[in-house]
Structure formats: structure tokens, C-alpha cells
């Protein structure tokens, strides 16, 4: 719907108010649509489930926020490079956001089998199907990484300047380790926060991206002075210091999973 009404109203001469419009119709619509479907009542809300949702969303922004702090803080410290530099990290960040859009859709599907296997309230069938979704999530990473590999090359020959391509593909390089780490972590992290780990998640993403991300990028670039690439190995530093951790706190043992 959003593509379509685009188009028309572009083609309509409606310009970018009218994409606004259009956007914002559509998701409208589809608000409607879930409200239907799911034949939302609020004759009777459970005060204590209700507060329970309303600290754990707490939890989950304040993470959310942070991290998009964190975020906006990198990128304004990333683009003091210029813009030609500063393009090709957006190119390959474009690329990663692409293949991580799998990974993250791996991360949702173990969060509901994981919360699926939770509510059995059998600790036997969880430890079980835990390793599975671990494998599983290893093998879906590996399938990422070969997809990243093949994909990136004619990706970035379509969109990087030619006598720039040396540059963007050590970029893209060193870029795939960011990719291999995020796919490893998100469904870490997604598993961690079906269990009510959302203020240990919190705070790991918190001190990833506050602190560790762009002290580690002041760093590279203007004390280690490696230029462009120093703003790829600080973000794959970050997603390798969380994949530990959060491995490390998965396989100490299974007293994070809260069955309540």
C-alpha cells in the first residue's frame, strides 16, 4: 500500500507532502486492520498484568533511547571525516542493515519459540530446545554471512564511485565482522529479553553504544589516527564485547530464564 500510494501521488505531482499523507494513511489503515483482528476489548484490564507490561516497556525504551543516543552521538563523531568518507560508511551500512534485516527476523522467530518453550514451564523441554535454537541461530548466521559475501560486491560497485572502490571494499571487509557479530547477538538478546532479562539487555546496550562503541572510535580516529576504517572497527568491537556477554550470561546457567 505505502509503495503504491507513493508512486501515485508522485506521479500525480503531489510531491513530498503528499508521500506524507499518503504514509501516514496507510499506516492508518493497518493500525485498523490489527485492531480488528485482534477484537481489542477494554471492558476489563488486569491491573497487575497491565503493570507488569508497563514496567517492562520501561525497561525496553529506556534501552531503545539509549542506544539511539548512542547512535546519533557516533554518527555526528563518524562524519567529521567528510562527506566522501562518511558516504561509504553509509554505503555499507545499507548493506549490513539488509543482511541484519534477516538476522533480526531469525531473533523474532527464536523469541516466540523460545517464549513458546517458557511457558511449558518445563525446565527439561527449555534446556533442550535452547541448545536447538542456539544451533540454529549459528547455522542461520553462517547462511547470512555467505549471502553478505556474495551481495556485497556488485551492491557496492552499483553505488560507490570507482575511484573510491579500493577504500569501500577494506571498509566492507572489515565491515563483515560487524555483520557476523550483530546476526550472533540479536537473537541472543531477543531470547534474553522473552525471559525478562530486559534490565540486564538494558544496561548491555547502554554501556555497548554509550561507551564502549564511541570511546573506542574516539580512539581509533584521533589517537590510533586510522581514518575511515577506524569508524568500522569501533562498531565491530562493540558487537564483539556483546556477543561475549551475552554468551557468557546464556551458557552460565539457566537461572536467567524466569518462569513466572
Not at 104 to 133: C, R, Y
Not at 154 to 182: C, H, Q, R, S
Request: proline share 1%.
Amino acid at each position: 500500500m505505502i509503495i503504491i500510494s507513493n508512486v501515485l501521488v508522485i506521479k500525480f505531482g503531489y510531491g513530498v507532502k503528499g508521500i506524507a499523507y499518503a504514509t501516514v494513511f496507510c499506516e492508518f489503515f493497518e493500525l485498523l486492520y490489527y485492531l480488528t483482528l485482534n477484537k481489542i476489548s477494554f471492558e476489563k484490564i488486569d491491573k497487575t498484568i497491565l503493570n507488569e507490561i508497563l514496567e517492562i516497556y520501561k525497561q525496553c525504551i529506556a534501552g531503545v533511547l539509549s542506544h539511539r543516543i548512542g547512535v546519533i552521538i557516533f554518527t555526528s563523531i563518524a562524519s567529521t571525516l567528510g562527506e566522501d568518507l562518511y558516504s561509504i560508511h553509509v554505503m555499507c551500512c545499507q548493506i549490513a542493515f539488509f543482511i541484519n534485516a534477516f538476522g533480526l527476523g531469525i531473533a523474532e522467530g527464536l523469541l516466540v519459540l523460545f517464549g513458546m518453550s517458557i511457558s511449558t514451564f518445563d525446565e527439561k523441554i527449555v534446556k533442550n530446545n535452547l541448545k536447538t535454537l542456539k544451533k540454529s541461530s549459528y547455522i542461520g548466521t553462517s547462511l547470512l554471512i555467505f549471502i553478505a559475501l556474495l551481495v556485497s560486491y556488485p551492491f557496492l560497485k552499483f553505488m560507490a564511485d570507482n575511484k573510491n572502490m579500493e577504500i569501500v571494499l577494506i571498509y566492507m571487509g572489515i565491515f563483515m565482522f560487524e555483520i557476523l557479530f550483530e546476526c550472533l547477538s540479536n537473537p541472543m538478546e531477543a531470547m534474553l529479553n522473552v525471559a525478562k532479562e530486559v534490565r540486564f539487555v538494558k544496561m548491555v546496550n547502554f554501556l555497548s553504544v554509550f561507551f564502549i562503541r564511541n570511546i573506542t572510535l574516539i580512539i581509533l580516529l584521533y589517537i590510533l589516527n586510522f581514518g575511515i576504517y577506524g569508524v568500522a572497527m569501533a562498531l565491530v568491537f562493540d558487537y564483539f564485547i556483546r556477543t561475549l556477554v551475552y554468551y557468557h550470561k546464556m551458557n552460565k546457567n539457566l537461572n536467567w530464564i524466569n518462569y513466572n
